[in-house]
């Protein structure tokens, strides 16, 4: 156990003076460059050896190829090679070459030179921590896309372009895509048929299936030329480039041209998701580099990230209940805009689009760069979104539509959320805005940022609007307390047990939860075979009953019926077993009882300052204005902010009956607080039976007659 004393004066080192702290500083950092330095020549000369490109093989086989589903669902993040480690190995490979003579190793010095090159890479990642905590999150994010991802989006992001990419380009976003899903294909053909040979002879095959060639690649309706066209953009010779690369941060053109080239019918494709993802970022710089139409390509590149993330939030929300391009207005001049918008009961959601990238010294790891990066793509986004949540919650401002007609929002607006959404990787924004000590714009209202691709697996696990909508009022409520660098890490946490954080309390998620939920959505999308290993992501709240209530409270008409629901969300698996426990514990006593004509008990949650109210009778009648008055002193008596009545009616097919929700801060109230005193001095003399009244005295031990299961001293008799 750990020594809670103080420690002696001698065994504690005080540093008063700066000068002393940054010089240390400095030495750390200087060390862990040296260090990185002598590492990459280590991994230099391992490249340079005869046998590497079967070492190579190896390494992107394990990478991306699994055994089986349960390989991809056991597997830690930490114990594979990461995109960023693969790429690197590609870049020395661009720079230095790599001999391939068909020399084959001895089994043990594979196994020697594999476990090296593993050993380098866990050195790597040691010392980039120890050179600051930017370039550990920067390089070793799991802020990534899946494949399928970047392959179906670049459609929608240079829709409008593919008249430029024609005639510049020589190919057609249409056939850029089938030609990805050849080689895919292609290579999947390759591995799911692996001889049943000997360990050199396999490694062999497995090394001829990273290479493509194009008399292989029979793709209908698309010529010869147009396959040559495509893989000549991305792909390069080696030592052509890179020749300035040094260091692991020092940008490198294998993201550009992830294909090495040996022949004009020979290619070879390491990783093909960087095939998709250089297709995804690399068309805009190509059109950029055109005087004529460097403008005209920003202005579709915005508006293919905003027209992505729209039709993203559209399936979730609704087409009736989702916006983009609003201008908030104050008279006549345009204050500001909300890229999207959408709306849950009197709730809203300002979605700010940004597709801003990291600059190169950002990628190298300057702070400063980093910094500024993250001011112009994120900050901004918010501020503006902040603008739009106060027009929305305060007077004097309206909304026009791009077409300057008149926007009306569904209802009065009570509470908004700002959603900064990247079309391009800004690797753990949050954790990285966390590091910058980045003030959030308000105080109350912490930002949620994400990247595209992570919205499409929210709004996938997320297809109800009260669902995605409870995920982003948890994100925004738990923020500051909630450290992980993945987005998907803290969905499936959401998922399988909720961001229930109690005051003042921390929450740490290892990037492996991500591990959990990436097979069911690659399964889900096609991209692994079915099985039962694969864990599947439910809400634990979610049971029959619970979704029952919910709907009822959807259908109900009522402007607070989003806080109801909202609360709902926010009781734990246990509390929301535990209302319907005590609804049936109610019914059941009044049918015992039949000279009873109602009972109530309630629930209290202290965490979220709410009671949940049951009350049961026998005649409906009282089930509206009455019940609703007695709600009303319940609310005053427990001194709580929200309550959530439910009116049963006991012999009615359909039970529950009637639905109450107030959410008003308490106050004192002295109409409240004397109907309060006349109904607790009633409680302490008599209990109701029908319509006569059986006078009896209740002990304090006694179990009090609100049927609460609470002793009497302890409830109604304090």
């Known amino acids: 156990m750990e020594n809670k004393k103080q420690p002696h004066q001698e065994q504690v080192t005080w540093i008063d003076n700066a000068d002393l702290l940054s010089s240390l500083f400095e030495d750390r950092i200087t060390e862990a460059n040296e260090n990185l330095k002598e590492l990459t020549g280590n991994l230099t000369k391992l490249i340079q050896e005869d ?6 093989t190896f390494i992107l086989t394990f990478s991306q190829f699994y055994t089986d589903v349960e390989d991809i669902v056991s597997r830690h993040p930490t114990e594979n090679y990461s995109d960023e480690e693969l790429a690197f190995i590609c870049w020395l490979i661009l720079k230095y070459g790599c001999k391939i003579d068909g020399k084959i190793p001895s089994s043990e010095s594979f196994k020697k030179k594999c476990n090296e090159v593993w050993s380098i890479f866990q050195n790597i990642h040691q010392n980039i921590l120890a050179k600051s905590p930017f370039q550990e999150v920067i390089f070793y994010s799991e802020s990534w896309a899946y494949y399928f991802q970047y392959i179906n989006f670049f459609i929608s992001r240079y829709r409008n372009d593919d008249a430029w990419i024609i005639e510049n380009k020589g190919f057609s976003l249409e056939s850029a895509r089938k030609i990805i899903l050849a080689i895919q294909e292609k290579r999947i053909e390759y591995f799911s048929n692996i001889p049943d040979w000997g360990f050199e002879e396999r490694l062999l095959y497995m090394f001829e299936s990273f290479f493509i060639r194009i008399d292989d690649l029979k793709i209908p309706d698309i010529s010869k030329e147009e396959v040559h066209n495509f893989l000549n953009t991305f792909s390069v010779t080696p030592t052509e480039w890179n020749q300035d690369f040094e260091n692991i941060s020092d ?24 095939l998709g993802k250089a297709m995804y970022q690399e068309p805009i710089f190509w059109m950029w580099s055109d005087p004529k139409y460097s403008e005209l390509a920003k202005k579709h590149r915005w508006d293919g990230s905003e027209e992505m993330t729209y039709e993203i939030l559209k399936d979730v929300f609704g087409i009736e209940k989702t916006f983009k391009n609003i201008n908030v207005m104050v008279g006549k001049r345009r204050e500001t805009d909300a890229d999207v918008l959408c709306f849950v009961g009197d709730k809203a959601i300002i979605v ?17 760069s980093i910094e500024s990066d993250y001011d112009k793509a994120i900050q901004g986004a918010l501020i503006q979104g902040h603008k739009v949540r106060d027009a929305l919650l305060q007077e004097g401002f309206s909304f026009e539509n791009a077409d300057w007609s008149k926007f009306i929002p569904p209802c009065k607006i009570d509470e908004a959320f700002v959603l900064c959404v990247t079309s391009d990787n800004f690797p753990s924004s949050m954790m990285i805005w966390k590091l910058l000590a980045i003030d959030p714009v308000e105080s109350d209202v912490i930002p949620m940022v994400t990247s595209i691709f992570d919205l499409q ?9 009260f669902e995605f909508l409870f995920y982003m009022k948890q994100r925004f409520l738990f923020s500051k ?20 954080l109690e005051k003042d309390q921390w929450l740490y998620i290892d990037e492996s939860m991500w591990n959990v939920i990436s097979p069911h959505f690659l ?19 979610k049971n029959s009953h619970f979704e029952k209530l919910v709907e009822l409270l959807k259908t109900s008409g009522e402007r607070w019926f989003t806080d109801a629901i909202l609360l709902l969300y926010s009781l734990s698996s246990e509390a929301s077993d535990q209302i319907f426990e005590l609804i049936e514990d109610i019914k059941k006593n009044l049918r015992e009882n039949p000279q009873k004509p109602f009972r109530s008990a309630f629930l209290s949650f202290k965490e979220d300052d709410a009671m949940i109210w049951v009350f049961c009778s026998r005649d409906v009648s009282i089930l509206g204005e009455e019940m609703k008055n007695m709600l009303e002193i319940r609310k005053y008596w427990q001194k709580c902010t929200k309550v959530l009545g439910i009116g049963l009616a006991l012999d009615a097919t359909d039970q529950i009956y009637s639905l109450f929700f107030n959410k008003t801060p308490w106050k004192f109230d002295r109409e409240l607080h004397k109907a309060f005193e006349m109904y607790t001095q009633k409680m302490k003399t008599t209990i109701l039976f029908g319509k006569n009244q059986k006078k009896e005295k209740i002990w304090r031990n006694d179990p009090c007659p609100c049927w609460s299961k609470n002793k009497y001293k302890k409830c109604c008799g304090k």
Not at 352 to 368: F, G, H, P
Not at 457 to 465: C, E, M, T
Not at 481 to 500: N, P, Y
């Open 523 to 541: 399964q889900a999308h096609g991209q692994l075979p079915e099985s039962e290993k694969v864990d599947h992501p439910r809400n634990p709240w």
């Open 457 to 465: 697996v929210i709004a996938y696990y997320l297809r109800d609007p």
């Open 481 to 500: 307390h909630i450290i992980s660098q993945s987005e998907l890490a803290i969905l499936w946490t959401h998922l399988r047990q909720g961001l229930h």
């Open 51 to 56: 046998d590497f490109y079967l070492i190579l």
């Open 352 to 368: 700010q689009v940004k597709s801003k990238t990291l600059t190169v010294t950002s990628r190298q790891w300057d702070e400063k």
């Open 251 to 274: 940008k490198n053109e294998f993201y550009s041209r992830p294909i090495i080239k040996f022949d004009g019918n020979h290619y070879f494709l390491p990783m093909i998701s960087f």
